[in-house]
């Protein structure tokens, strides 16, 4: 399996989201560095990933991909970290390996009492076809972008920057779809509750996050009363690519603070 592991520090490994691609992570994989040990990987069925996929495992490949990492690294344990679709991965790797991990953060997460509406379940179903309406809704990440910077000039640098990351890692649609058709076996709910370990809950503003509202994040505080939420403001579901220093600011400090609390 191909690792990226950069800085040092506390460890934490971080989950990329649907699209599979860590490379779309990149701003806040490069920011949480300088602070941290960071430890990422595509998914498992990624080409570029290098890592084995069962079919028969479906969903559960995931997780113990991140267990593969720790062992590949030498870690006993780490801080778990999932961004969107990789925060149920984050989320059910605690359930199933809890003492390999030493705390969550879920980035803008899925909770697995989500279920696709008739417009994703579309696409779903014939995800080529769909993929140009994929990418035209995709426009509607201006908006965030654009709160995320100052002025006409920083907005147009910072979008075309994240476009030409995005055409640079493309997404493949098929396995886009697959993943979100997996996620009928990640029936965790009922575990979450055995959670135990220090949690971040971290989200954009309500109104800039149009692909996974904040309330749907923040649904783990049923389970993890425990969790402390923080907002990264004037972004949405991008933080850690629009605010990719505020977003490593709040990760560095929690992971600090759950130390302290382990030691």
Known sequence: MRIVDRGSGVPVVVIPGVQGRWEWMTPGIDALAQRSRVITFSLADEPSSGARFDEAL??????????DALDARGLDRAAICGVSYGGLIAAAFAIRYPERTSSVILASALHPSWRPDARRRRYMAMPWLYAPAFCVRSLRNLREIAAANDGMWNTAVAAVRHGVNVLRYSFHPGRMARRMSLLEQARIEEGLARVKVPALLLTGEDAL??????????QYLKAWPQARVETLVRTGHLGMITR???FASLVTRFLAESEKKIA
């Not at 479906?58 to 267990?67: A, K, L, S």
């Not at 996050?209 to 923040?218: A, F, G, K, L, Q």
């Open 58 to 67: 479906g969903f559960w490949n995931y997780v113990d991909q991140v267990r």
């Open 244 to 246: 990719p220093h505020e």
């Open 209 to 218: 996050d149009e692909i996974v509202p904040p309330p749907v994040t923040r």
